[in-house]
């Protein structure tokens, strides 16, 4: 019973190919996240959805678009991918945002790979 | 825009020395604090976070975190390290107030020898 739970957690393709990760969690929460973590393990986030509604959206190519067709999902899709994709892309979800202290629960993370 | 400093990028130390990870954030405002730990090919977890109240925070697995406002500091301690704690380690902010990013540091890589 994962609370975050991210398919595919490997994923190998070619440049130029369009591909999706999808996000579901169980936790009842009504934020959810992708974060980006490159090679040196340097971690950003990407986007956030409350309630289905984008609420952060970070200086991030439009070849990256999220889709939230309900609270306790969050799919990522990827257009025409380039080598400097290849990173883990977490997915991740609190309850009410990030004040007050909550916490973010984290996915096991996807490692794209673009060759 | 927040950002967060982490100094160290390796620390190797022996199985029972003690450890501090330094982390340092730039903002002035109410902040909310968390240190994350990555185990090897698995996702973060949750060590400890600091939002109000006593400032000196205890985590799980015998970590500590002490938040000094007027050094904007939030470095995590353990007295005596394992083997299993190696790790990398994140620290991360956010502000009080408002729907702002989890803002990460580059994070620790922490190797403990036998």
């Known amino acids: 019973d994962t609370a975050v739970s991210q398919t595919p957690k490997y994923l190998v393709t070619q440049m130029g190919n369009d591909k999706s990760i999808k996000c579901e969690q169980n936790?009842?929460?009504?934020?959810m996240y992708w974060y980006k973590q490159d090679s040196k393990k340097f971690l950003k986030i990407m986007f956030s959805?409350?309630?289905?509604?984008?609420?952060i959206n970070e200086t991030v190519p439009n070849r990256f678009s999220p889709k939230s067709p309900d609270k306790a999902h969050l799919n990522l899709h990827i257009n025409s991918l380039e080598l400097g994709d290849s990173a883990v892309y977490f997915c991740?979800?609190?309850?009410?945002?990030?004040?007050?202290?909550?916490?973010?629960?984290f996915g096991e993370g996807s490692w794209l790979t673009v060759v | 825009a927040q950002s967060v400093s982490q100094h160290n990028h390796h620390v190797i130390l022996s199985e029972a020395a003690s450890l501090e990870l330094g982390c340092n954030y730039s903002?002035?405002?109410?902040?909310?604090l968390f240190w994350y730990v990555q185990y090897p090919g698995q996702h973060l977890q949750l060590l400890l976070k600091?939002?109000?109240?006593?400032?000196l925070v205890k985590g799980i697995k015998g970590f500590e975190a002490e938040f000094i406002k007027s050094k904007f500091s939030f470095n995590l301690r353990k007295p005596s390290v394992q083997w299993s704690d190696t790790a990398e380690y994140f620290c991360?902010?956010?502000?009080?107030?408002?729907?702002?990013?989890?803002?990460f540091g580059k994070g620790t890589r922490l190797s403990v020898i036998a």
């Open positions: 991740a979800s609190s309850q009410g945002g990030t004040t007050a202290g909550n916490t973010i629960y």
């Open positions: 936790l009842g929460h009504d934020t």
């Open positions: 959805y409350n309630n289905k509604e984008l609420i």
């Open positions: 903002y002035g405002g109410t902040v909310n």
């Open positions: 600091y939002f109000s109240g006593d400032p």
């Open positions: 991360a902010v956010t502000r009080n107030s408002g729907n702002t990013p989890l803002v």
